[in-house]
């Protein structure tokens, strides 16, 4: 492709993705991704993903796009904020930020749908497929890849005058666009998010072990909660936030202008009684587009009652 139409198609993409409420986009170009493969192999063979098997489901996939999607030539990422306009009451059990309103799937998925029905009706026939953390792919890699921001110690993508609460969203097509390139590492000496886990789960910068994770266990966890964890989960029923609440990157975040993800009230104003005496009724109103459902009733209650007693 001549360069120029590269130029536009990609400018075309990033002012699209800026129309369509993103925060920010990058473009890499879709290949193996060499540095992550051992890393990968290491974290999955110290067993670091626990009980989440399905991490080990297409490796090969999980590392190169073009496996994914036949054909892809560009692994286009998006950055899109949910850090929220107000929080719990301070007595209560908490959730993690980014589940405060509507399931992101739903959300984002929409818009990169429209962003691909744009890349069509403008360039042509474009064959992609768009992910949000559905699928095989290493969405913070080609975040970091693509210049979006560069891997925390906690191993969540930081972004200056940002932070770090948003979502990671791809859209990976067979169209060829210029592409960007990564930016350097501004954690410094810090270990704010290393010296406040709760559960000690970054066992070395950039490295998290997430069978020790809070958000492992309220989410992922299947089974009854490990008694050794007790204590130590800082009030958290469902996520965990802590690392980046700490990160001195995230004074920077600014409150979302997304309709969809503001809260019910009863989940900004519930004490802790209140989500002790939680019904199945109640659940189903409060979480009802929410991503909290993925651990249903049963786990929540699991959940507040491994922290209430």
Known sequence: MKSSAKHSNTKFIKAEA????????????????????????????????????????????????????????????????????????????????????????????????????????????????????????????????????????????????????????????????????????????????????PTQAIVEPYVVDGSKCISYFTIELKDQIPTDFKNQFDDWMFGCDVCQDVCPWNRFSKSHNEPLFNPDSRLMNYDKQQWEELTQEVFGEIFRKSAVKRTKYTGLKRNIEFLSK
């Open 18 to 197: 800026k129309r369509l409420g993103f925060l920010s986009c990058g473009i890499s170009k879709a290949e193996f991704l060499e540095d992550e493969a051992p890393r990968l192999e290491q974290w999955l063979k110290k067993n670091m993903h626990g009980e989440m098997r399905y991490m080990e489901n297409h490796f090969d996939k999980r590392l190169d796009p073009t496996k994914l999607v036949e054909g892809s030539k560009s692994v286009v990422s998006l950055l899109y904020n949910y850090y929220p306009q107000e929080f719990q009451n301070e007595d209560s059990y908490k959730i993690s930020k980014y589940a405060y309103g509507t399931d992101y799937h739903f959300v984002i998925k929409d818009k990169l749908k429209a962003l691909l029905a744009c890349v069509q009706e403008e360039v042509g026939e474009v064959h992609g497929r768009v992910f949000v953390d559905s699928a095989p792919v290493l969405d913070k890699a080609w975040a970091v890849r693509s210049g979006l921001g560069w891997m925390g110690k906690h191993t969540n993508v930081l972004t200056k005058q940002v932070g770090s609460f948003y979502f990671i969203a791809e859209l990976i097509i067979d169209l060829e666009l210029e592409y960007d390139t990564p930016i350097t590492d501004h954690c410094g000496s810090c270990t704010a998010c290393i010296d406040a886990c």
